[in-house]
């Protein structure tokens, strides 16, 4: 089993509507969690981290945490082209502090 | 406000030879962070370091990988008798020490092509 389980996608949305994406994780004692967008050919950049169960808006976007079924999601309101790219999830584990990613979702926009 | 450096950007070699990439973390961070990632796939923890302590080290991580951090400001990763295998981008990333965070601040990467 891996340790952060993401779909890998393609996921495509139309433009103005809702982007959902998943991610479920292994460690049960993990305590932080990370949505870093990737456009191709760059590096990571973080969008959103949440640390505890329920949701965390920041704009258009909104990360939701529920530890009991290990599963972290971000949801992309009002989807815009510039949207598209690899969404990764990384879980901060409870043993140590090294920060594994998912494989990413990669998502599409589409006009 | 200098961000994560890499260097060098690219890097094509032979099978066999060995190769070194450098990271300067920006500049009050004192975790540093080593991944690498393929085409399609996710960054791959390699190790990390606080200060200059390497903290922990990839088990998947053979021992042709080492990675220094000897000030605890700029690090290297040395690859020793390179193989295609080793064809990925090498990833810097540098973070606070803080309780509750793991906010990654990324470079732009090392690109190494084995021949």
């Known amino acids: 089993q891996k340790e952060v389980e993401q779909n890998s996608g393609p996921l495509s949305v139309p433009e103005g509507a809702i982007a959902s994406l998943n991610c479920t994780y292994s460690d049960r004692g993990s305590q932080s969690f990370f949505w870093y967008r990737q456009y191709s050919g760059k590096s990571p950049e973080l969008i959103m981290s949440?640390?505890?169960?329920g949701d965390k808006e920041d704009g258009r976007f909104t990360a939701q945490l529920n530890k009991a079924s290990q599963y972290v999601s971000l949801l992309i309101r009002d989807s815009q082209p510039s949207d598209s790219a690899t969404y990764l999830c990384?879980?901060?584990?409870?043993?140590?502090?090294?920060?594994?990613f998912g494989s990413g979702t990669r998502l599409s926009i589409r006009p | 406000d200098t961000g994560v450096s890499q260097d060098p950007r690219h890097k094509i070699t032979k099978r066999g030879q060995n190769v070194t990439f450098r990271c300067d973390p920006i500049s009050e961070h004192n975790r540093l962070y080593w991944y690498r990632q393929t085409l399609g796939q996710g960054p791959e923890f390699l190790t990390y370091?606080?200060?200059?302590?390497?903290?922990?080290k990839s088990r998947l991580l053979s021992d042709r990988f080492s990675a220094e951090r000897p000030k605890g400001s700029f690090s290297t990763l040395e690859i020793q008798r390179t193989e295609q295998g080793d064809s990925a981008m090498y990833l810097c990333a540098s973070s606070l020490t803080s309780v509750n965070t793991g906010e990654l601040f990324f470079g732009e990467g090392s690109r190494l092509t084995v021949l």
């Open positions: 990384a879980v901060k584990g409870s043993s140590a502090s090294k920060i594994i």
């Open positions: 949440i640390y505890s169960n």
């Open positions: 370091f606080q200060n200059e302590a390497q903290l922990e």
